[in-house]
């Protein structure tokens, strides 16, 4: 079972949302329409004008006839005073064509419009004169008219007693008007549905309207009224969400079609108050009265006027009780603001305080930031020193161990020399011993070996010396090297500055030059440094490691 109710709930739970939809879509609808009532009015105006341009054109009483009998349909809702000119002028004409079926019409005409302004005494004088049997197919339209005059009498009754009197007479040529109608014709329908309704046969009654309301096209005055008489079945069955439906749809339609005499929209201002929306009550009887007073419709205004004080107090009411609650508002707001402002100076005063923490600290981060750059730096050149004193230490073990090497070589051949030297002087062999004295064959092979073995160990601790050397040159031609050679003068120069030695006369020295031929070759070299002069020397410092 409450499987079954889940399952029931979750399948009618969309119908319910697009029926409060649908619902909220009308009511907004009609809000639009009554807001453009002027936009209706106008284009209403222009028809009536356009007919109104055609009797210039029009010479014949029969056309006039025509035309005077669209006039009064155009006016007969929207302006009963001037419904009432064109349907006296219509008849004239009649008279003057002595055509009786033109002048039964007129008459009846009359009659109508007479009954919406509230004259009921002349309607009917003018409905006891017509002998309808001389006009047959206007029976239907006869008997219309009466039960329509004797309803408004109805409702204008002084007495319960005339009042029932009307409404059986009301009831009888609406009964005898179906006689006379096609069963599919909107005249019969309303009448057929009004008999149903009074008969309290409330589903019969929806029945028949309810297939027929689709037919009927958008612009048609039957709309509204087929769309009124379905709200009252509603009504009479407690529906009161489809009397609310049908009678907004019949307001839209009354309103768009600029009918100024209509009771939907007033039906629908009191069902408004009694669910106490009082802004869209009082909004819709404002628009029915203006519209009946302009119509000039006396029974509308008389039962808008019975209703408007109601509305019209309760509207006052909510707006005393708006402007009070207004009245709170503002004095809470204004406590709420005092309030605020003080919450807003400390807020203020505490933002200052903490601008000023967050300046104090970013002065703080920028000091310590420029301490930590300054540490970086320090770290940087204390790195550079320890690789550099490493580098060192390194250097002089290795140069020690081939100094050691080398001594001890150079001890050994000169103790060979002295002992070569020794035997030429013991055996006489003086020019021998002259010659090999003044030779400087000895000293240069010894050079080119020392030398050598410098070029060898340099090339062992920076093999790839004449490649980045090179790399800092634009010209590369002081890095040629001549077949045999290691090492050339300049890279020999350039080579005891990486190991330290940067004083030109240690190296003119060290390579048996004179001190200016070494700083000629050292500027010469400098001039074709790639980038600044003046940085290439402590960039051939850099060769050899992995700062550059």
Request: charged share 25%; hydrophobic share 40%; proline share 2%.
């Amino acid at each position: 079972m409450n499987r079954f109710l889940t399952i029931l709930i979750a399948f009618l739970f969309p119908v319910f949302i697009f029926a409060q939809n649908n619902s909220d879509e009308l009511l907004d609808e009609l809000d639009k329409t009554v807001d453009d009532y002027a936009v209706y009015s106008n284009k209403k105006e222009r028809e009536i004008n356009k007919l109104k341009e055609l009797l210039s054109y029009t010479s014949t009483e029969i056309q006039k006839y025509d035309i005077y009998g669209k006039l009064y349909a155009e006016y007969k809702s929207y302006q009963s005073d001037s419904a009432l000119i064109y349907a006296r002028k219509s008849f004239q004409i009649a008279e003057r064509l002595n055509d009786i079926q033109k002048i039964n019409n007129a008459r009846l005409n009359l009659a109508s419009i007479m009954g919406t302004l509230g004259m009921y005494k002349e309607a009917t004088d003018i409905l006891n004169t017509i002998d309808i049997n001389t006009s047959p197919e206007l029976k239907g339209y006869y008997f219309t008219v009466n039960s329509v005059v004797y309803g408004y009498m109805s409702d204008y009754a002084a007495s319960l007693q005339e009042k029932e009197k009307y409404i059986v007479l009301t009831k009888k040529y609406r009964d005898s008007s179906l006689i006379f109608y096609p069963t599919q014709s909107s005249p019969y329908i309303m009448a057929k549905s009004s008999m149903l309704l009074d008969a309290e046969k409330h589903n019969e009654t929806l029945a028949l309207l309810l297939k027929y309301f689709p037919n009927i096209a958008h612009n048609s005055h039957d709309r509204a009224v087929i769309a009124y008489i379905i709200s009252q079945a509603y009504r009479g069955k407690k529906d009161p969400k489809q009397e609310k439906k049908w009678l907004t749809i019949s307001a839209i339609s009354d309103l768009q079609l600029a009918k100024k005499e209509y009771i939907s929209l007033r039906s629908l201002a009191f069902i408004m108050y009694e669910d106490g929306d009082i802004d869209h009550a009082y909004k819709y009887i404002k628009r029915s009265l203006e519209d009946a007073l302009f119509c000039n419709a006396r029974l509308r205004t008389y039962e808008i006027s019975k209703m408007l004080p109601i509305i019209n107090e309760a509207y006052q009411k909510q707006n005393e009780t708006n402007r009070l609650q207004l009245i709170l508002f503002l004095i809470s707001a204004s406590i709420l603001s005092v309030f605020l402002l003080a919450v807003l100076f400390l807020l203020f005063k505490q933002m200052k305080k903490l601008s000023k923490a967050k300046q104090d600290l970013s002065l703080a981060n920028s000091k310590l930031s420029e301490l930590n750059k300054e540490l970086y730096t320090f770290n940087e050149k204390l790195n550079e020193t320890n690789y550099t004193l490493t580098e060192a230490n390194l250097l002089k073990e290795i140069y020690i161990g081939r100094y050691m090497d080398q001594c001890s070589d150079y001890i050994g051949k000169l103790d060979e020399y002295r002992r070569k030297l020794n035997v030429m002087a013991m055996t006489g062999k003086m020019n021998d011993l002259v010659s090999a004295v003044k030779s400087k064959q000895f000293v240069e092979n010894q050079l080119a070996a020392f030398y050598t073995n410098f070029d060898k160990t340099f090339l062992q601790l920076f093999p790839n010396f004449i490649q980045e050397f090179s790399a800092l040159l634009i010209d590369d031609e002081a890095t040629q090297l001549k077949e045999g050679e290691l090492l050339n003068t300049e890279l020999r120069i350039f080579a005891l500055i990486r190991l330290g030695i940067k004083d030109s006369a240690k190296i003119s020295t060290f390579l048996r030059y004179s001190v200016s031929t070494i700083y000629n070759y050292r500027s010469q070299v400098k001039n074709k440094a790639a980038g600044p002069r003046e940085e290439f020397e402590a960039k051939v410092m850099r060769i050899g490691t992995n700062l550059k």
